[in-house]
């Protein structure tokens, strides 16, 4: 069974919404800090969002506050990613990360 398991990604277009989903199991996840990192092609994985276990408390990359939401179903076991007002420099893999596990990855493409 894979801990993380991302979903949601595809192509939209500059200025769109998407929703990253990632389905957590094998873990107590209500416990822990949840955390979504995007990888830009060519370029380093980086920190996008953050929250904490109760979900009353998030963080954010300055390249994304105010246009994403991070947020969390502890009933469901369930973390997730509001994109708005995307950009093309948003384009991406991104990962949903929790309890030292990563997922695989869901690919964000931004694009006319």
């Known amino acids: 069974q894979v801990p993380l398991v991302e979903s949601g990604g595809g192509l939209v277009q500059p200025g769109g919404s998407l929703r990253l989903s990632c389905a957590a199991s094998g873990f107590n996840f209500k416990m822990y800090y949840m955390s979504w990192y995007r990888q830009p092609p060519g370029q380093e994985r980086e920190f996008v969002a953050g929250i904490s276990s109760s979900g009353g408390a998030t963080n954010y990359a300055d390249s994304v506050k105010g246009r994403f939401t991070i947020s969390r179903d502890n009933a469901k076991n369930m973390l997730y990613l509001e994109m708005n007002s995307l950009k093309s420099e948003d384009a991406a893999v991104y990962y949903c990360?929790?309890?030292?596990?990563w997922g695989q990855g869901t690919q964000v493409t931004v694009s006319s």
């Open positions: 990360r929790g309890a030292a596990f």
